[in-house]
């Protein structure tokens, strides 16, 4: 393998999750299992983690770099929305930690041939999953009504000129299928004001497309109370995330959790990287984690 993801935060992972000796953990977004083997390093000789990806791409890679662990590691391809039915299948228990670092890794920005990247030209995809998943962003671009595609650019996207982008992508597919990325980016490019931003102009509209395609803010509802019923008294979650939609969600969470005493949180604010992780790896740049101990 050519490419390996750095994981973001990895001092502030293993400070939130504490992990001890025969202690055991799941990882629902294990990627290339950056985060998990820091973790089963502290948690030798008989620890476990349970690792979840989506893409089975991730899943082989991270089989792979991680050998010398095969012994503690358990994979499942599947979505961590799936969680109490993947943790029956594999009798997993008791459940010390769980982790959560969402969106995509930067090998599948990379190397997946997915359409994530606006910088490579390939075909729009952006499926995780792309065994038992239908939707992709070609088909959202090609045949959502106008209206739908600007809502998402809006809501998952944030993008301010969703209308503008919208209304061009339903003019230019009746020309031609938008098939590819660079034939998405020059839509993109054509229908907003070229003005100095800090952020590429097709960062929000892909983004919105991904979050689509996969899902993602729903998957997240879905698994946080899943995650509470999963974890041991005393256990901690670790959520890692990338934008403000997903870091609403969590806090929101986190919060109500410890109103009902539930959870006590551990992040009074939430954690970012250092300005020196950043310039390491710039993946970190938006993270930010929230973390909380079950009561
Ligand atoms: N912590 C990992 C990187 C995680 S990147 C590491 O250190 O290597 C996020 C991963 O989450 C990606 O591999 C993506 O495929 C996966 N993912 C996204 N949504 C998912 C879902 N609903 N279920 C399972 N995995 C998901």
């Given at each position: ?39 089963l390093e502290k948690t030798g000789p008989n620890g476990k983690v349970l690792g979840i990806d989506a ?16 012994k503690r590691l358990i994979l499942e391809n599947d979505s961590y929305a799936n969680l109490p039915k ?210």
């Open positions: 393998m050519t490419y390996i993801h750095k994981p973001v935060l990895t001092k502030e992972v293993l400070e939130y999750l504490n992990p001890k000796e025969n202690e055991n953990f799941i990882d629902c977004t294990v990627g290339q299992g950056g985060h998990a083997k820091l973790i893409d089975q791409e991730q899943i082989k890679n991270c089989r792979e770099l991680l050998k010398n662990f095969e993947i943790i029956k299948k594999e009798n997993f228990g008791p459940i010390n930690g769980i982790l959560l670092d969402l969106g995509m890794s930067s090998w599948q920005l990379e190397k997946s041939e997915k359409g994530f990247s606006f910088l490579k030209d390939e075909p729009l995809d952006m499926r995780y999953d792309s065994k038992n998943q239908n939707l992709t962003a070609e088909q959202i671009i090609n045949e959502w009504p106008e209206n739908k595609i600007e809502e998402i650019l809006k809501e998952y996207g944030e993008e301010s000129f969703a209308r503008q982008i919208s209304k061009k992508i339903s003019e230019e597919r009746q020309k031609e299928r938008i098939k590819s990325t660079f034939q998405l980016v020059k839509i993109i490019e054509n229908s907003v004001p070229k003005k100095f931003s800090k952020i590429h102009f097709a960062t929000r509209t892909f983004q919105a497309l991904r979050i689509a395609v996969n899902d993602e803010l729903n998957n997240l509802i879905k698994v946080l109370p899943e995650a509470i019923l999963a974890l041991s008294q005393g256990g901690r979650i670790v959520i890692i995330s990338f934008h403000s939609l997903e870091d609403r969600i969590a806090k929101n969470f986190l919060k109500n959790k410890e109103k009902e005493k539930i959870f006590k949180i551990l992040t009074k604010k939430p954690i970012t990287a250092s300005n020196e992780e950043i310039q390491i790896n710039p993946r970190a740049r938006s993270a930010k984690i929230r973390a909380a101990i079950k009561l």
